[in-house]
């Protein structure tokens, strides 16, 4: 987590120092030292690890801001998180209590609703059974109906299969199952590749603001070039390269073009990837 802070800190300097301010905030909030509650949660089991670790987020971090909030230096300055942000925050909350977590993406919400990976959520890993961990809804374990995860195969879409306690028994992958121990969660160059993607998403005046201005998607560009540099196989960010590329007259097809591949190969084409190129 130290170079995702380092990478946000670059970005937008002087904001307090991120791990004492933590510290300190949650000894505000609790009156008490974050390493002793740790312990002490952890030693309860991982899904009251995970309630501990949902709370937590939610209670020093109450703004939930998608301009911002994917800045550590934000939540230090504002108390803002966003999907990413709180993900990897629930991810390294319960590593230090000894759970085996990671993030994954979205693309189905809990009532179905498809998005090109729009959201991202943290996962606890216990024998035999994940259980997605998500901030941003009102109860620790979510149900989100479709995800995107890493297999020994590479980037898949996969759609989960719940147990009546939330927990996770299989992923299912175009026509078969695979089991928890058979998937991982993204790794750190995925993680670190979509916090860039963010900042060129949000970019003022940026790719996706309207109106764009030159200098906006020129933060854009800069931001999802460096995206796609630290994971060239990050789909999202590539297709947004192409996307920013095309708005600023340069040539973007292909760009959007081997995010469209990466798509294919990946299980799942988004409508906008599609769109972008005239497909059906």
């Not at 509650?37 to 670790?53: N, P, Q, S």
């Not at 199952?177 to 940026?206: C, H, I, K, M, T």
């Not at 998607?217 to 931001?223: F, H, K, P, V």
Request: net charge positive.
């Amino acid at each position: 987590m130290a170079t995702l802070v380092q990478d946000s800190y670059r970005e937008v300097p002087g904001a307090p120092p991120f791990f004492p301010w933590f510290k300190g905030a949650f000894l505000q909030a609790f009156g008490t030292p974050l390493e002793g509650v740790l312990r002490r949660e952890g030693a309860k089991g991982g899904r009251e690890a995970a309630r501990f670790a949902f709370r937590l987020v939610k209670r020093l971090l109450p703004r939930f801001s998608l301009e911002e909030g994917y800045e550590f230096a934000y939540a230090a300055m504002k108390g803002e998180r966003q999907c990413l942000l709180q993900s990897v925050l629930v991810q390294g909350l319960l590593q230090e209590m000894g759970y085996g977590a990671g993030v994954y993406m979205v693309w189905k919400n809990p009532e179905g609703r498809e998005s090109n990976l729009g959201h991202a959520v943290a996962v606890l890993r216990l024998k035999g059974r994940d259980y997605l961990v998500d901030p941003s809804e009102p109860e620790p374990f979510a149900r989100h109906l479709g995800l995107f995860l890493d297999t020994p195969g590479g980037y898949r879409f996969v759609e989960p299969l719940y147990a009546k306690d939330g927990g996770i028994l299989a992923y299912r992958l175009q026509g078969r199952l695979l089991r928890p121990e058979e998937v991982r969660p993204l790794p750190f160059a995925f993680l670190r590749s979509q916090f860039y993607y963010y900042r060129g998403e949000q970019a003022r005046g940026g790719v996706f603001a309207r109106p764009a201005t030159r200098q906006g998607l020129e933060r854009s560009l800069a931001m999802l070039g460096r995206a796609v540099a630290l994971d060239p196989q990050n789909p999202l960010a590539l297709y947004v390269l192409g996307l920013t590329k095309r708005k600023l007259g340069l040539e973007g097809e292909a760009e959007l073009r081997a995010a469209y591949r990466l798509y294919q190969a990946f299980g799942h084409v988004p409508e906008g990837p599609r769109r972008a190129l005239g497909l059906p």
